[in-house]
């Protein structure tokens, strides 16, 4: 007969489950790189695309080159009017490839999300399909704004879209990163790996990106009815300009407030920091140029553009900041990733 494996008497039959190699099986995941990861070049092109698409959109409304392309979706009944083109044309004509680029790149992102959609996070497949939507309705009303010669309820609402898509594509591209940063410290304490960010953060960073956008939107219904040069030349239309200067207080109070609030978060958050900082920085200079824009009278399309520009820096920021922000938070009160909070590793070491 062979002899059966003693055990001590305080000792228990089940074999003790350590907090070492194994704890990469309770996540789910093994102990390498995130899945998420390899999405995340695309997702930081798209960001730098969508900002670029904001801006030339602007330019083209500067140049009154709205209409240099009078049919849609070619241009001059071409894909490439060479014998028209001048720098109007030109705008009108980039703008529209960089929305076709960023389309199809949304396209080719969701689908492989979705495709792969067992191995990622179940935020990410709806986070893209979002975007596809989103940027659908951007093309949708970038048609319409043609060819209804530039009505100015539907040159808003493209400038809408378009802000949301930087938001949007902004904060899942640090979700992404963060996601990739989480994964990578599985051995870590939970402390560590999901740090608990105070429930007020998460509300103040959406509170700020939600009147930025509201101001943006202001400053894009401004523009659409040259609301500011009718101003400027007969007096007419100021209400408008009015609305962008009273709305423009609490959007840059709501920013101003994240540089120090963002010394109480956790010490691991230092990206939150950054971001809080650059926001607020970005908004004095948006202050100024708004300004400066006014006081050249909106004769220097640089200074008008350069303000435009600055918005859409600032919404990315913002989105960055809450995408991180949402993470962070869903991490910290849903922990079920780690060992320590896993039901099954907890009877194993009673």
Do not use: K
């Not at 007969?1 to 996540?27: E, Y």
């Not at 640089?302 to 991180?324: K, N, P, Y």
């Amino acid at each position: 007969m062979s002899a059966r494996p003693q055990h001590s008497p305080g000792s228990s039959a089940t074999p003790v489950l350590r907090h070492s190699a194994d704890a990469s099986t309770f996540r789910g995941t093994p102990d390498r790189p995130s899945n998420t990861a390899r999405f995340e070049p695309v997702t930081a092109h798209l960001a730098v695309a969508l900002v670029a698409l904001v801006v030339i959109g602007g330019a083209t409304r500067v140049m009154e080159a709205g209409l240099a392309c009078p049919d849609w979706p070619l241009c001059y009944g071409q894909w490439l009017p060479g014998g028209r083109m001048n720098l109007q044309v030109f705008l009108e004509w980039f703008h529209r490839l960089d929305a076709f680029v960023v389309g199809v790149a949304l396209l080719v992102l969701s689908a492989a999300t979705w495709l792969g959609r067992r191995d990622l996070p179940s935020w990410l497949p709806g986070c893209c399909m979002a975007a596809l939507l989103l940027v659908a309705l951007q093309g949708a009303l970038g048609a319409l704004t043609v060819t209804r010669l530039l009505a100015p309820g539907l040159v808003t609402a493209h400038l809408g879209t378009a802000l949301l898509l930087v938001a949007l594509v902004s904060g899942l591209h640090q979700a992404l990163e963060a996601e990739r940063l989480g994964s990578g410290s599985a051995r870590a304490p939970s402390s560590q790996v999901h740090p608990q960010l105070p429930f007020w953060w998460t509300g103040l960073a959406l509170l700020a990106l939600v009147l930025v956008l509201a101001q943006c939107l202001l400053g894009g219904s401004l523009a659409s009815q040259w609301a500011a040069e009718r101003c400027i030349a007969a007096a007419e239309g100021c209400q408008w300009l009015l609305r962008h200067r009273v709305v423009a207080t609490p959007a840059a109070l709501a920013v101003a407030a994240l540089p120090p609030a963002a010394l109480a978060l956790p010490a691991t958050e230092r990206h939150l920091r950054w971001f809080a900082a650059a926001a607020a920085l970005l908004a004095v200079l948006q202050v100024s140029l708004g300004v400066a824009t006014l006081r050249l009278q909106l004769a220097v399309p640089a200074v008008t553009v350069s303000h435009q520009l600055v918005a859409a820096l600032l919404v990315a920021v913002l989105g960055a900041m809450a995408g991180r922000s949402l993470l962070a938070r869903t991490r910290s009160l849903h922990p079920s990733g780690d060992p320590a909070f896993n039901p099954s590793a907890q009877s194993a070491h009673g």
